[in-house]
């Protein structure tokens, strides 16, 4: 968690350090890349395209939005809302998970929203959406579907 940790307590510090270092962003989001994808893949490029993930490092590096993207931990951190009690959701929610990662979040998931759709995916991390795109636009679409 010292990701967290750096991005709500200094995030202009860690902006102004990856602004100024291409190398730095690289190291900085392959990092969390190498640990936050698919346990089973070895390296970053095993679970996500290495073209896709230099583009996304790229993304921030030539926009300048490392600071932007901290900066929502710190005011996270820094708004006693945030954690505050609310209603519950009413909206039909899907949720999928990648396992073995995520599945801890069901008890909030279904405790905040209106949980209809829960799917757990054998395989993927947190980045999903690049690791197991056809699975997870199955099952987007699966959801609408069943809202008609």
Same mark, same amino acid.
């Given at each position: 968690? @010292?990701?967290?940790?750096?991005?709500?307590? $200094?995030?202009?510090? %860690?902006?102004?350090?990856? =602004?100024?270092?291409?190398? &730095?962003?690289?190291?900085?989001?392959?990092? /969390?890349?190498?640990?936050?994808?698919? #346990?089973?893949?070895?390296? #970053?490029?095993?679970?996500?395209? $290495?073209?896709?993930?230099?583009?996304?490092?790229? %993304?921030?590096?030539?926009? @300048?939005?490392?600071?932007?993207?901290?900066?929502?931990?710190?005011?996270?951190? =820094?708004?006693?809302?945030?954690?505050?009690? /609310?209603?519950?959701?009413?909206? #039909?929610?899907?949720?999928?998970?990648?396992? #073995?990662?995520?599945?801890?979040?069901?008890? +909030?998931?279904?405790?905040? =929203? =209106?949980?209809?759709?829960?799917?757990?995916?054998?395989? &993927?991390?947190?980045?999903?959406?690049?690791?197991?795109?056809?699975?997870?636009?199955?099952?987007?679409?699966?959801? +609408?579907?069943? %809202?008609?």
């Amino acid at each position: 968690m @010292g990701f967290n940790v750096i991005q709500s307590t $200094r995030p202009e510090t %860690l902006a102004f350090g990856l =602004h100024d270092s291409p190398v &730095g962003q690289l190291a900085w989001i392959i990092e /969390k890349f190498k640990e936050w994808t698919d #346990p089973a893949a070895e390296l #970053p490029e095993d679970a996500v395209d $290495r073209d896709t993930l230099l583009t996304n490092v790229s %993304l921030y590096w030539f926009t @300048g939005t490392a600071g932007s993207s901290a900066h929502l931990y710190y005011e996270m951190a =820094h708004d006693p809302a945030a954690w505050a009690p /609310k209603d519950r959701g009413t909206v #039909p929610t899907a949720v999928a998970v990648a396992l #073995p990662a995520d599945v801890a979040i069901r008890r +909030f998931a279904e405790r905040d =929203h =209106h949980v209809v759709r829960w799917t757990e995916f054998d395989r &993927g991390g947190n980045f999903l959406s690049l690791e197991q795109p056809e699975l997870l636009t199955k099952d987007i679409t699966e959801f +609408f579907t069943t %809202l008609g």
